[in-house]
């Protein structure tokens, strides 16, 4: 994943030492682009995999266990909510990446590159961490009425494995926060090579 910001970087060096060298600009504006195009399709893989369980998720609360009462409601508006706002999120990440236009400035390049990035650090904080709250409280909330649809060993079943599930899924969320702030370290180290230049 580092490698085309290590290539990104020893290009900038190398136009930095020689002078202005047109092809070695085109080819650092090339491999940006590319590098936005990976995060575009990161966003497009999430919002497929959340629109999907979304979808299984409404259509489990509508088939199999239609839950009535006012605080399962409330616990699967949580749920729902929290996927549909993630949804929006990436979605508006989208938006955002293809307001950076490679072709103007390194600098309005590299600031407005920068800018997507610490957005997305914010995203993967306070945001996702306050999204996975929601969705497990959410999830807790609907086992007294489980209980009219299961039995309690199955109920007990799904609150444990809600807990194996979550911390899986914790794991590899801070694996992508990782390698994105990773990323954005480096981009910062560029951000500063082409404000001296």
């Known amino acids: 994943m580092s490698d085309p910001i290590d290539d990104l970087k020893n290009k900038w060096n190398k136009a930095k030492t020689s002078g202005p060298d047109r092809a070695s600009t085109t ?10 195009r990976g995060a575009v399709k990161m966003h497009i893989g999430n919002i497929a995999v959340l629109t999907i369980s979304l979808i299984g998720i409404s259509a489990f609360f509508v088939y199999v266990a239609p839950l009535q009462e006012t605080l399962s409601h409330i616990g699967i508006a949580m749920m729902l909510g929290g996927l549909f706002i993630r949804i929006m999120i990436e979605c508006f990440s989208i938006y955002r990446s293809s ?13 407005k590159t ?9 995203i993967h904080g306070p945001v996702t961490v306050g999204i996975l709250i929601a969705y497990t409280v959410g999830f807790y909330i609907l086992t ?19 807990l194996f599930a ?4 914790s ?6 926060i990782k390698d994105e702030m990773r990323i954005l370290n480096e981009l910062k180290d560029l951000q500063k090579e082409i404000a001296q230049d």
Do not use: C, G, W
């Not at 307001?99 to 600031?111: G, I, R």
């Not at 060993?153 to 444990?160: F, R």
């Open 144 to 162: 007294p009425e489980f209980s009219n649809y299961f039995t309690t060993t199955q109920v007990v079943l799904m609150d444990v494995s809600y």
């Open 166 to 169: 979550a911390a899986i899924f």
């Open 99 to 111: 307001k950076v236009d490679f072709s103007e400035t390194a600098m309005e390049a590299s600031n």
């Open 114 to 122: 920068m800018s997507f990035y610490s957005y997305r650090k914010r």
């Open 171 to 176: 794991f590899s969320i801070r694996k992508a």
């Open 27 to 36: 080819h650092i504006i090339e491999l940006s682009k590319k590098k936005m």
